[in-house]
């Protein structure tokens, strides 16, 4: 008994000698900033088990010791700093060196997205679009929403196809960027409007040239990035509801957001939002057929922490639109009398349902996203995407072709892209890049009907590299090279009299593969070398103002649309012939930004010009008479073009002290706060384009326009906002005569001779919207109530196709009422 008692006592102290032996066991290491490596001090690193908090000394190092073997949770932070959670597992004394990441980065893009004039890190001209303006187009298009920046403008096709125009350029010189992805939608025609539904946007930035290089170089008019909301670490569950109705289209828009993010990096996103709107009116008649019904859905699941993460998106647009319907035309007298009369010939009663002439499009984009951030060197990303784009188009057609599609094509399209960025420096950023695009394009050929843009294999593959240095605080210095190669391989029909009327026979006889009764096959085969360089440098005066200057060179493709276009485009109603001897666009640009920010006074001026050589252009020819109708003729053509302009905006804000309910505790007297009474918001816009060859007008050049907006904040009552806004559009007085003669019968039957006047634009016009906005302080909602053309007036946009058969839309209130949660 009294030995076991001995081996008992023996195991006890050797087991405690054992112990104390291990517990002399130390956790060393520094710690660092993650992406230049400099030493923190004075950063906390807070041991839970222990319950004891240790600090860095100058040099980054810390030290912890005394620790038994065994598992320890870690709370590092430091000021400025994300805090740092980590699980270390102590079996021998351990180095560990810890990088934590400064917030600098994301304050400065609070700071941007503030300050909506510029973007205080580049010398290129941009600007931002907030939340609270996107939300007030939840029920409109984002071209609709893009117009309200200066220099942007719309062209259209009724009220319901609208694409961006940034500086007089648009289709496929601009590139829309959602979320990282760069959409590929048949963008090149002029009716192909983006299929993105605004709802997913938190904001909007519009780059006004050719500097978005990681997106692509041939971007010459400027690159429009849709940015979702930001991900954030904290378990929460938020998002937001919108609905809408409106009087003109008789429907009305529903939106929901919502957003799941975990403390663990975890997140979840989805936004759905259908749209439903009948024929619109003008304010003299019902525009028959411009109704649309729209679907769309956008989802997110992904992983996300400051050092890696990885992310799946998939977006759905589904859209049908009625076209108007008095612009297809039966024959060339009823065309002359349509265009020249200034009334639609064709006026039904309201309807919600949509007939031919219309679209149907349907859109599907799935992108993978992974990205890792090296301690000491920055960020690489890798994406994929595959997107699918279905297109079709319905003419009115009789007997068995009744209801049958015209037009339907589809567009598959897969990107891949490496994207690395050096941020280690303190001054120095650098940015590097590679991508691949595959894209094929399938029409249908069971149509019926000639194919408008044929069967083709595209193939693109770019590099870039950019580096913006800040030598001091008052300057900042950039500049990016981009090369691209891009080869298209199309297989097409030409009817034989056209290939030869055209020269093709003589110009590109290696294309022709066979004849097949009074056609001709062709592999046309097209190879282009891009290249765009930008550089720029931003001087800060001081805290209020700043000047940049910014030179660009770039390269553009002709696109599909321009090379092989061959029919009739039954969404505008008119004949496109394309052109096979198209060469590559070289654009020249200067782009020059002042902005300003003086006490109560923010303002920017943005003068520049841009010298395009081998421009395409698509203009009316004349008149030809098909099977189905007689329809305008428009044909692509290459000239080298001029273009300058000046772009102009300002907010004021007018203050007044407001007496508060509180007393100040120390001097026991009354409270006055600062609280903002007006604001008020001007932009003005102007463009010149000239035909340098034959030193005529461009043609579809944005006329000189003059928005104002004046806000009554806390109009009458707490929390009631009042808005009066004005849109000053000047007429065009710079067109080229492209006027043409047909030969029509008159009265008693003979042939007289009529001028299509296709070339003279409208009038300038001036609309007044108005509106109210409530928010309930507790409920987090709100309730917008707006009434756009105020007045009822009659005006025709010059950059809508649908101006030569109808006036535009007539009054318009929308009640909206928006719910965050």
């Known amino acids: 008994m009294f030995t076991k008692q001995l081996v008992a006592m023996a195991l006890f102290i050797s087991f405690c000698y054992t112990n104390a032996q291990d517990c002399d066991l130390v956790l060393k290491g520094k710690i660092v900033d993650f992406h230049d490596s400099q030493p923190l001090e004075l950063a906390q690193i807070y ?50 060196n810890i990088a934590l990441e ?12 503030a300050d909506v004039h510029d973007n205080h890190a580049s010398t290129q001209s941009s600007t931002r679009i907030n939340k609270e303006t996107i939300e007030t187009y939840s029920g409109a298009t984002l071209g609709d929403a893009l117009s309200t920046v200066a220099g942007v403008s719309s062209l259209k096709t009724g009220n319901s196809v609208v694409k961006p125009i940034v500086h007089g350029l648009y289709g496929s010189r601009v590139a829309i960027v959602n979320d990282g992805l760069r959409q590929q939608d048949q963008e090149w025609g002029i009716e192909h409007a983006p299929n993105i539904d605004v709802n997913t946007a938190s904001s909007i930035q519009v780059i006004k040239g050719a500097s978005a290089l990681r997106y692509g170089g041939d971007a010459i008019g400027g690159t429009i990035l849709i940015e979702p909301s930001r991900i954030i670490s904290k378990d929460t569950l938020n998002g937001h509801v919108i609905l809408q109705g409106q009087t003109n289209g008789r429907g009305g828009t529903a939106t929901t957001t919502v957003n799941n993010y975990r403390q663990s990096g975890w997140y979840q996103q989805a936004t759905l939002t259908y749209k439903k709107l009948g024929d619109y009116d003008a304010p003299n008649y019902v525009l028959s057929n411009t109704g649309s019904e729209t679907a769309a859905a956008n989802l997110a699941l992904g992983f996300k922490k400051f050092e890696y993460g990885a992310s799946l998106k998939y977006s759905f647009y589904n859209t049908e639109i009625g076209i108007l319907r008095a612009s297809h035309i039966g024959n ?25 002439p219309k679209q149907e499009v349907a859109h599907h984009g799935i992108q993978l996203n992974a990205y890792k951030r090296f301690t000491g060197l920055g960020k690489l990303s890798l994406d994929y995407s595959f997107q699918f784009n279905n297109r079709k188009e319905f003419d009115i057609r009789r007997g068995d072709n009744a209801g ?47 194919r408008l843009i044929p069967d083709y294999n595209a193939n693109k593959a770019g590099a870039f590299a950019s580096v913006t240095h800040l030598p001091s605080e008052n300057w900042i210095l950039d500049a990016g ?3 691209d190669y891009y080869k298209i391989d199309a297989d097409k029909f030409y009817l034989q009299s056209r290939w030869e009327d055209l020269g093709y026979d003589q110009q590109f006889p290696e294309f022709e593969v066979n004849e097949q009764g009074n056609q001709i096959l062709t592999n046309p085969q097209f190879d282009y070398n891009l290249f765009a360089f930008t550089a720029g440098a931003k001087y800060l005066f001081d805290d209020h103002y700043d000047l940049a200057i910014n030179l660009s060179t770039a390269n553009r493709a002709p696109n599909p649309s321009e090379l092989f276009s061959d029919g009739l485009h039954h969404a505008l109603a008119t004949i496109e012939l394309g052109r096979l001897d198209l060469k590559k666009e070289q654009s020249f640009k200067i782009n020059t930004t002042l902005h300003g920010n003086v006490g109560k006074l923010d303002f920017e001026i943005n003068p520049y010009v841009n010298f ?7 203009v009316p020819t004349g008149l030809e008479t098909t099977t189905r109708g007689a329809f ?31 007393m100040n505790s120390t001097s026991n007297e009354l409270v006055y706060n600062a609280v903002k009474l007006i604001s008020f918001n001007t932009n003005f816009s102007y463009i010149h384009g000239t035909d340098s060859n034959n030193d005529v007008p461009l043609i579809d050049m944005p006329p000189a326009q003059w928005q104002n907006q004046l806000t009554w904040h806390d109009a009458l009552i707490e929390n009631l906002d009042f808005k009066l806004s004005n849109q000053l559009v000047f007429q065009q007085n710079r067109f080229p005569d492209n006027n ?3 030969s029509i019968p008159n009265d008693q039957g003979e042939l007289i001779t009529s001028t299509v006047d296709i070339s003279s634009t409208p009038d300038s016009y001036n609309l007044w919207n108005a509106g109210l906005s409530y928010a309930f302080a507790k409920a987090n909602t709100k309730i917008n109530l707006t009434v756009n053309n105020l007045f009822n007036t009659e005006y025709r946009n010059y950059l809508n196709r649908q101006r030569f058969y109808a006036d535009d839309v007539g009054r318009d209130i929308q009640l909206q009422i928006l719910y965050n949660f």
């Open 740 to 742: 043409y003669e047909v």
């Open 47 to 96: 041991v839970v088990q222990l319950q004891k908090t240790y600090t860095s000394t100058g040099d980054g190092s810390y030290l912890i010791p005394d620790l038994c073997p065994g598992i320890y949770e870690l709370s590092v932070s430091h000021f400025d700093c994300e805090i740092k959670k980590l699980s270390i597992e102590i079996v021998a004394n351990k180095t560990l």
């Open 332 to 356: 060339a007298s009823d065309l002359v009398r349509s265009i020249n009369s200034g009334e639609p010939t064709v006026i039904n009663d309201f309807t919600h349902d949509i007939d031919v």
């Open 632 to 662: 305008p003729v428009y044909q692509y053509e290459q000239i080298d073009a001029r273009l300058y302009g000046i772009d102009a905006s300002a907010t004021y804000d007018f203050w007044i002290k407001k007496r508060s309910t509180e």
């Open 404 to 450: 049958r599609a015209s037009l339907d094509i589809d567009l598959q399209t897969q990107n891949v892209s490496l994207y690395g960025l050096i941020d280690r420096f303190e001054k120095t950023t650098y940015e590097v890049g590679i991508d691949y695009m595959n894209q094929v394009n399938s029409p249908d050929s069971s149509t019926g009907v000639r």
């Open 612 to 618: 395009i050589n081998d421009y395409v252009q698509l």
């Open 481 to 483: 090279l981009r090369y």
């Open 102 to 113: 400064h917030h600098v980065n994301e304050l400065e893009q609070v700071k941007v997205i």
